[in-house]
């Protein structure tokens, strides 16, 4: 019987001491019992956040033309490889022009008569032989045979059809011998450098649309490769039905690797965001259409807060506001917490995100709401 009392004693004196170990490894603290949760906890970053809207379209020469004769007649000559680059002015096509050269040499003809009239008729008029009406005939006759000259001249001229401005030349619709009129399509004519990166945005990003602003873009052809470039047009108008804006941004292509037509997948920043808030995707807790996420405070309790989202990128999330940097936040067991619950924090490794936010738009600030893709069907 004493043996049994010393043996009860024995394990009560150590319950009490196993007791005061916990509580004094626990810091003091404790739920019920003296409990405490452990909860796998991150640090929110503090990192640049490229707001931005993503989009597609495609790439749209700076100048483009069909060019078409300005006479009518047939090619005798073709003065250019198809695919080369031309000048400004260059001659690529040679109407035929014997006609059009006999009537210049008729109009010039007609234009001397007329000068040699105009002049025997100031002398006739000086030594009273004619009057003054006879003198203004004679002048209307040289001014109009002029004017006939010079017109014939320039349709002269036009038999010879020029580059308007410094591209690369398509391929030709018409061959040696065509007969040709004002309306055939020649050739098309296109410049290279610099580009422009076209595509539509819709409706309710507007306001922040504004011409200077960034534009990155990846090119379907061209994989690993990504292109800049800088907003210089924005639609003043909607497009119905579908309530777009088009917007273009000028890009550099001295490589000549950008071409009219290619599809490109595009990232319009609109704002620059240096000292965001990023915190790990899992400790966004979305409760009954508020967003929350859990904070371990200094005193190793947790508090429930609720939040305003940004922008998104694989794995992370923008805290516009609810959360400082370098707090820690719960990204896993947040289903047993209540607010003012004791925890024991662990932290876990997440990889930052990629530098410069990576941001992949949700230009509404509100979770997943991102610009949708518009095809290129829709007139991009």
């Not at 591209?167 to 061959?175: A, F, I, K, M, Y």
């Not at 922040?208 to 990155?216: D, H, I, K, S």
């Not at 210089?232 to 950008?258: C, H, W, Y």
Request: proline letters at 7%; a negative charge.
């Amino acid at each position: 019987m004493i043996v049994r009392r010393s043996l009860v004693w024995l394990l009560s004196v150590a319950a009490v001491v196993g007791c005061d170990k916990a509580e004094s490894e626990n810091g003091g603290r404790g739920g019920p019992g003296g409990f405490s949760l452990p909860v796998e906890v991150a640090t929110a970053r503090v990192d640049t956040v490229v707001d931005a809207i993503s989009t597609t379209g495609q790439i749209e020469a700076v100048q483009s033309i069909l060019l078409r004769p300005e006479v009518a007649g047939r090619i005798v000559e073709i003065l250019f490889r198809e695919g080369s680059t031309v000048a400004k002015g260059e001659p690529l096509f040679k109407v035929d022009d014997a006609e059009l050269v006999a009537q210049v040499a008729r109009a010039e003809a007609d234009r001397d008569l007329a000068k040699q009239a105009l002049e025997r008729t100031r002398k006739l008029l000086a030594d009273n032989a004619s009057s003054q009406a006879d003198l203004e005939l004679a002048e209307a006759t040289y001014r109009s045979n002029e004017a006939q000259l010079q017109l014939l001249q320039i349709r002269l001229e036009r038999t010879l059809v020029r580059a308007p401005f410094r591209g690369v030349v398509g391929t030709r619709s018409v061959s040696l011998g065509d007969y040709v009129t004002t309306s055939t399509e020649l050739v098309s004519l296109q410049t290279y450098h610099p580009q422009r990166a076209a595509f539509k945005v819709p409706e309710r990003f507007a306001e922040r649309l504004a011409a200077g602003q960034e534009v990155l873009f990846r090119v379907a052809a061209l994989p690993g490769r990504e292109f800049r470039g800088v907003v210089e047009f924005v639609d003043p108008v909607v497009e119905l039905p579908a309530r777009v804006i088009t917007v273009k941004a000028r890009v550099s292509n001295r490589d000549r690797v950008l071409h009219p037509g290619a599809f490109i997948e595009v990232r319009l920043a609109t704002e620059v965001r240096p000292s965001a808030v990023i915190v790990p995707e899992e400790a966004i807790v979305p409760l009954e259409g508020l967003v929350l996420v859990w904070v371990v405070n200094a005193e190793g309790t947790v508090e429930r807060r609720e939040v305003i989202l940004g922008v998104r990128t694989p794995g992370f999330v923008e805290v516009r506001s609810g959360i400082n940097g370098n707090e820690q936040v719960v990204v896993g067991g947040q289903v047993r917490l209540q607010p003012g619950m004791p925890v024991t924090p662990i932290p876990v490794d997440r990889p930052p995100p990629p530098q410069g936010g990576g941001t992949d738009a949700a230009p509404s600030g509100r979770p997943g709401d991102a610009a949708e893709p518009v095809s290129p069907d829709s007139g991009v």
